[in-house]
């Protein structure tokens, strides 16, 4: 049996300064070591001093999680000698004397399938090794530290993944998560990095590091998959190895030996006392912790008559659930959701999209009340919605614009049929022995108007007229 386990490194983007010193943590577009000081660069002397705020986001996602909290946290240091970490250790938490680190024995649930989180731990991360070329066969390796000691929590499951679509099902409902929670935009580039451990049957487990989108490691796991099995079929050992993905080729390659967990050397972080955590405050943590997304699925269905499909997609979403929660009244809340989930995410489904949007949630509301209210069909209110997206104007101000209001008035409705009944002579005859073929006459109504025409109305006049 195949058996995959993930350690997931997210960083806590949320967080204004690095986790041991006052630099930034957002080191994104910053020119390369102008964000680092004596404590980051780990100069003799310096001392780390914890960032409170870190603790706190590391609790809130340990508790969304399932996890035991400890009465104290404590930090070590995990020797490796590596130019992106100054210091040759990397500050982090650590188990083996007592649970210690910020969360334990969590879960998630994943279409009825329990997999278990069996740590989640506050640590550093290293800097960023620039490569001229491909890492493999560059000849300089450029060192930017302004990354160096920004805070992450590592969060390692259990090996409960049967295959790599589950994981990338998992790595989805984590990140709606750390987004829900506001510990992190899991959306900035390596704000999530992901290493897969697998074996399949008969074979030695191969860790896979460091990859940084969750299709790639979706695809790095299948070929590792394959490439197992065709190597136990030969009876070819597997070797336990560390591998990295090549996004380029699509394949898995050797790097360096695994580290066995001795070669680390862990020892107790002298300098960061052991922290005592107070229950009273993981209470309060606990108490002001956002709605989670099951919870609010469950709200949007229950309150609203959402359906379940509809209240999945807009809740996993925090900016188009925030957007929802803003532009629904009492009466508009199911054809809100409607707009968002269909028309609105048919329009900007990426981030970037997301970005440029130039919607707020009036314009949800008003085109939803129109809709509603019969003054605009589904149809015209597509486009309204996209013209709205593009320019920012006032639903009221594209109606009139693009013309794209209702004709359902009856008198000049009735104008309309009957200038269409004068023109289709004979398709009135047809339809006054065969009531089955209205349509004709309905589908010509509806393109003289622009599809603007309601259409009950304009077959309640029809028939009136046709006396069927
Ligand atoms: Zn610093």
Redesign the pocket.
């Known amino acids: 049996m195949t058996k995959i386990g993930l350690e997931i490194h997210c960083q806590l983007t949320k967080l204004e ?2 986790l ?4 930034k943590a957002d080191y994104r577009d910053i020119p390369p070591n102008s ?7 780990g100069l003799p002397g310096a001392l780390p001093m914890l960032n409170k705020k870190a603790v706190e986001k590391a609790t809130v996602l340990s508790l969304a999680l399932g996890c035991q909290i400890p009465k104290q946290i404590s930090f070590f240091r995990k020797n490796y000698f590596y130019p992106d970490l100054p210091k040759g250790f990397q500050i982090t938490q650590y188990n083996a004397y007592g649970k210690t680190s910020i969360g334990s024995d969590g879960a998630i649930q994943i279409e009825g399938r329990e997999i278990k989180i069996r740590r989640i731990q506050i640590e550093e991360d290293p800097g960023r090794l620039v490569y001229e070329g491909s890492s493999e066969k560059t000849q300089i390796t450029l060192v930017d530290y302004n990354r ?2 920004t805070p992450l929590v590592e969060i390692v499951t259990e090996p409960d993944f049967e295959n790599p679509r589950q994981v990338r099902i998992f790595l989805n409902i984590l990140a709606d998560l750390l987004e829900n929670l506001d510990v992190s935009d899991p959306y900035l580039e390596g704000a999530m990095r992901v290493d897969g451990n697998i074996s399949v049957e008969k074979a030695n487990r191969v860790e896979i590091k460091n990859v940084g989108s969750f299709r790639d490691i979706e695809k790095a796991l299948h070929f590792e998959i394959t490439r197992q099995q065709s190597l136990v079929e030969r009876n070819i050992p597997v070797v336990a190895e560390t591998r990295h993905w090549d996004e380029a080729r699509k394949i898995t390659f050797s790097s360096r030996s695994k580290e066995e967990e001795q070669d680390y050397r862990y020892l107790p972080e002298a300098d960061i006392p052991i922290i005592h955590l107070v229950q009273s405050k993981i209470e309060a943590l606990k108490d002001n912790m956002p709605e989670s997304v099951v919870a609010k699925k469950e709200r949007y269905v229950k309150k609203y008559g959402i359906t379940p499909q509809v209240g999945d997609v807009l809740s996993s979403d925090k900016f188009y659930s925030d957007l929802f929660e803003k532009a629904h009244t009492d009466t508009n809340a199911k054809e809100v959701a409607n707009i968002i989930t269909t028309d609105l995410m048919g329009v900007a489904d990426t981030r970037e999209k997301k970005i440029e949007l130039k919607i707020t949630p009036r314009h949800i509301s008003d085109l939803a009340d129109a809709i509603l209210n019969n003054q605009i069909t589904r149809n015209s209110g597509k486009l309204a919605l996209q013209e709205m997206v593009k320019t920012g104007k006032s639903f009221s101000e594209i109606i009139v614009s693009l013309d794209l209001g209702n004709v359902n008035d009856e008198s000049s409705l009735e104008k309309i049929i009957d200038e269409i009944f004068e023109e289709e002579k004979k398709a009135v005859l047809e339809a006054r022995q065969n009531p089955d073929t209205v349509n004709y006459i309905v589908g010509k109504i509806m393109r003289k108007t622009k599809g603007k025409a309601d259409p009950s109305t304009t077959l309640e006049i029809i028939r009136k007229k046709l006396s069927f």
């Open positions: 300064s690095k041991f010193c006052y630099c964000n680092i000081c004596p404590i980051c660069m160096a000691g």
